[in-house]
C-alpha cells in the first residue's frame, strides 16, 4: 500500500508530518494491507546519525512512516519552514494503535527489553487494553545466530503488527535486514517503550511534555544521558548552518 503524506526534509531525512491521531491511521490501514511496512520514529539524535552515515540515511527513507519523535525534530521543521504540527513519539502513537485494535482482529508481538520486561509488558498491557491480542514476547537479547530463530518464532505466532524495542540504530537496522523474512504487516521500533509499558521507566509528567520538555526531565532523572543529551544543540546548530541546503520537495 502507498500512502503519499507530506514530508520535511531535515538533513537527508524525509520525516512525515503527520501527527500521533494520523499516524496511528495510517498504520491501522497498513494492517489491512498484505504488504510489509517499516515504521521508525526518529528524535534529533537519530537524524544527526543519519546525516553521518549515508546509509543509515538511505535505511530510514526506506520506511513507510517516518514521525518527529522529539521536540528538536519540530523545531527544525519550523526552521525550514515545513512545520510538523505536534511530537508524534512512538510510545503515542502505539498506545494510539492499541486503544484502535479493540475494533479490530489483529494480534500484536512484543520484541525487546531485558529478560523479563516484555512479559511484565504484556501483563500491563492486557490488563489496560483487555480487547488487544498479545501472540508472543521476546527479549532483546540475542546472538546473530539466533536471529532465524527469532523470525521464525514471530511468524509462527500469527502476529500482524511487531513491536521492535531494540534501540537505535539496533532496531531500524534490524528490521530494514529481515523485513523480507517477517510475515507481520507492520514492524514499528519504538525504542525504550516496552519498558515504559512494563512500569520500568516512567515518562515525564504531562505538563512537561506539552511544553516540549521531557528529554530535560529524562536527563534530571537519568543524568548519565548527559553526553548523549550533547547531540540536541549540534543538531539545531547543524538544521540552522546546513538544513536549508536539503531539497524541500516530497522525498
Known sequence: MVIYLKKVNILGVGVNMSGISESADIIMRFLEDNDFHSVYTPNSEIIMNAYRDADFCALLNRANLLTADGIGVVYASRILKRPISERAAGYDIACEVLRRLADAPHRLFLFGGKPGVAEKARENL??????IQIAGTRNGYFSCEQVPDIINEINKSGADLLFVCLGAPMQEKWIDANKDKLNVCVAMGIGGSLDVFAGEVRRAPDAWRRLGLEWLYRLIKE???????MALPKFALTVLAHGRKFPQEDL
Not at 126 to 131: M, N, Q
Open 223 to 229: 543524568p548519565w544521558r548527559f553526553m548523549r543529551m
Open 126 to 131: 492486557e490488563r489496560d487494553y483487555p480487547h
